[in-house]
């Protein structure tokens, strides 16, 4: 029945309509339910929003945390670059013949004050790396010689050190993207508390919609073949889960429901769900 599939189960059976490209396909291919799909989306989304939470970060946390660490991978690097690229191009200078003391000291000024605590920066927080290369933003503003300098001194793909310092800079700015991102994600996910009576709406939800996608399968002249694809998974599932209910000992009385417990009472509306599979046309 149902009425008695968990949380984990609903969402498990409509995640191939949302989720998989060739299930999602089939189901707007039959007229009499497509229109229903993003009845179907939402109902997914809500059922995935009270799934029992388990140990660890949200599926979304843990993209935006590999999200962070790529950035800040590139980060490190590029700060790196700009830091040796002024260091080599001061052994350049200091290799000429005669050398270019000249620009060499330029170099010895300018390093200071892009690294004034050297390449300790990339052992940083994300968030003090975000401040750090909004730092070295204002500081090409306010002394524009400094951008003149780097300019002048060439990197990767026909660019200067001056590119690959903006590239750094834009690297902090998304990193302080992310971070926000982050703080708001947590926040989000630490004062919405998963309730009955959210549970209680999101399997409401779940009934309704899986029940007029049954009802209007029962309506439909598609292949016979196309919609036991759509509805075959959750009429069986529907049918294990009345089994397991109907396993308790006798006289034993149904526990109350908890977060992603199925229903102990008959209130939702079953609808067209339990009804047996419509016969295949000869």
């Known amino acids: 029945m149902l009425k008695h599939l968990m949380i984990e189960e609903m969402v498990a059976l409509l995640s191939p309509w949302v989720e998989s490209a060739q299930r999602k396909r089939l189901f707007l291919s039959i007229p009499e339910i497509a229109g229903l799909h993003p009845k179907v989306v939402a109902t997914h989304e809500a059922v995935l929003a009270v799934r029992p939470s388990k140990a660890g970060p949200s599926g979304e946390m843990i993209a935006l ?13 590029l700060a790196r670059a700009v830091c040796w690229g002024i260091d080599a191009h001061r052994a350049h200078c200091l290799g000429e013949d005669p050398p270019d003391r000249e620009r060499a000291a330029m170099c010895d000024q300018v390093q200071p004050r892009l690294f004034p605590n050297g390449l300790t920066i990339v052992k940083a927080s994300p968030t003090a790396e975000a401040g750090n290369t909004a730092r070295v933003a204002r500081l090409l503003v306010e002394e524009p010689s400094i951008g003149g300098f780097l300019k002048g001194i060439p990197a990767r793909g026909k660019t200067t050190l001056l590119r690959t310092t903006q590239r750094w800079i834009e690297a902090g700015k998304e990193l302080l993207a992310i971070e926000q991102r982050r703080n708001e994600l947590a926040a989000q996910e630490k004062t919405a508390p998963v309730t009955r009576a959210t549970v209680a709406a999101a399997r409401s939800q779940w009934f309704r919609v899986v029940s007029a996608v049954l009802s209007n399968l029962e ?64």
């Open 65 to 77: 945390n590999d999200e962070l660490a790529r950035v800040d991978e590139r980060h490190d690097h």
């Open 219 to 282: 309506l439909s002249d598609a292949p016979i073949e196309a919609i036991e694809m759509i509805r075959g998974p959750v009429l069986k599932a529907s049918e294990r889960a009345g089994k397991r209910y109907g396993a308790a000992p006798a006289g034993e009385a149904p526990r109350p429901e908890a977060p992603g417990e199925p229903a102990a009472d008959g209130n939702e509306d079953e609808g067209e769900g339990t009804r047996a599979p419509r016969a295949a046309s000869s």
